[in-house]
């Protein structure tokens, strides 16, 4: 019970980084970005070639695969989605929908649908003795990367100036121009640093799930669940909903395995009806 | 009568402003002098809240002309108008619940030659010096206000564009607020008001625009908005 709860923490722990860069590009520019299992996917299959095409290991892809798909990711936002922005929502959502299937399809096109084995990092191959029970090194590790990154991430929006204006513009766009705040510089940045924790969730992805092309659009329909249930665009509720998910379909898992694709679901409706901004959400300001 | 003699601050001329078809605002113009305190007063859906929009650079499409100290700002996105030195209080008073009491006052950069400090503004308003690390939205209503006035002031703002800053607030902190902009003018700053408050307007203004269905259709002065209150009542439907 308790090592499938812990379980629970760890698959809570993706959903988590994920569930993190979706609010903060959603909060930040309204865009529902539907390429970001895409990108998690990405940040899998880019460790792989790493190591199958340049023999480059685990901890350098760590760092480098989420730089280059922040980059690209800034990119994206610069060249089309800021393009979009002015129209219906609907055309940002279409765009990101597409690059999803493309991305995808690029990629099976190359490497087929099977998975692509990626070995542990050989120093996290072992087990942590966590006294009540022994876990793989390699999750523990997953589990305290996640908590590290959505810590310092919750650090600079509270305690920093750019997290203040990332706050506010996360709140009110519009009022936050209107008091001399020049927004848009800080879209990109953050649209390029949503990108680059799916990256980086796809990278830590890789060693302990399979890495195909689909692994992405998967993952990404509950961790839409996550955010809704968490609230739509909040910061904290996307993180505290992502660990309270792991660890809820976890148990399901465990205790009603015949729920266990739909419990998520279940859980989203129920919260709705309850409170219909999400948990940490705020009910829509006029204006 | 209009003080022609007082340099004017903003001169806006022809402004007209749509919503999808409907028009809003048909050749709007009016000129506030430096130092002045005027209202917009007119009823609901007349256009003053769109007009405020316009001059902020918050509204989608509207055409005319908004000189601000000289320039012409009609063209410039909402946060450079801001850095020229518009300080803008919405209708809704725009108060941040993300943001501490504190935070709400800092996150505008300083835009004016004479921006008030922090100590300055929590010696005038004691309670947000109380609550400054509140959530905003953890104020009353009346304090929301006061923190919204007073953000601006912290920017140091040489027009402050208040929409309809007494709406819904008690009497003693309608006084309050009176006071406080009597204040902002002594030190020089100006003020473009919404009042639907008749008295109130006539009490802290120098002017007063009536707007109707989108025009300006009077430019009154003090004694002007005393004498015919009645009927300005009448026509607003208080």
Known sequence: ?287 | MPRTDLAPLLEVGGLSAWYGEAQVLREVSLRVGEGEIVTLVGRNGAGKTTLLRCLMGLQGRYSGSIRFRGTDIARLPAHRRARQGLGYVPDDRGVYSTLTVEENLTLPPRVGPDPWTLPQVYQTFPRLAERRAFPGTKLSGGEQQMLALARVLRMGARLLLCDEPTEGLSPLIVRQIGEILREVKRQGTTVLLIEQNVHFAATVADRHYLLAEGRVVESLDNDQMRTREHELLDHLGI
């Not at chain 1, 993706?14 to 860069?21: N, R």
């Not at chain 1, 899998?44 to 990711?73: C, N, Q, R």
């Not at chain 1, 510089?185 to 399979?210: D, E, K, Q, S, Y």
């Not at chain 1, 009603?256 to 948990?279: D, E, H, K, N, Y």
């Open chain 1, 1 to 287: 019970m308790l090592q499938q709860a812990f379980n629970g923490l760890v698959g809570g722990a993706f959903y988590a980084l994920l569930a993190l860069g979706l609010a903060v590009i959603f909060g930040m520019l309204g865009v529902v970005n539907f390429a970001h299992g895409a990108f998690y996917m990405l940040g899998a299959f880019g460790s792989y070639i790493l190591l199958d095409h340049f023999g480059v290991g685990f901890w350098a892809a760590l760092v480098t695969v989420p730089l280059v798909l922040g980059l690209a990711g800034a990119l994206l936002e610069r060249l089309f989605v800021r393009r979009l922005a002015p129209l219906d929502p609907l055309y940002n959502f279409l765009f990101t929908f597409g690059l999803a299937l493309i991305l995808q399809d690029l990629v099976k096109r190359e490497y087929g649908v099977q998975s692509q084995p990626y070995p542990r990092p050989e120093a996290l191959a072992g087990t942590v003795d966590l006294g009540l029970f022994t876990y793989p090194a390699y999750q523990v590790f997953v589990l305290a990367v996640s908590l590290v990154v959505c810590g310092a991430v919750w650090v600079v929006l509270t305690r920093t100036r750019v997290g203040m204006i990332v706050r506010a513009a996360t709140e009110r766009p519009e009022l936050t121009r209107a008091l001399g705040i020049d927004v848009g510089r800080w879209v990109t940045p953050v649209f390029g640093f949503g990108i680059a924790l799916a990256g980086l969730a796809g990278v830590l992805a890789a060693p302990m799930r399979a890495v195909n092309p689909l692994m992405g659009a998967d993952l990404i329909i509950t961790v839409f669940a996550v955010v809704v249930i968490g609230g739509l665009g909040s910061i904290f509720g996307s993180v505290a909903a992502g660990f309270a998910i792991g660890l809820v379909s976890a148990l399901g898992n465990l205790y009603v395995p015949a729920l266990s694709q739909t419990l998520v679901f279940i859980l989203m409706a129920a919260v709705l009806l309850w409170r219909p901004a999400g948990l940490f959400g705020r009910e829509e300001s006029p204006s």
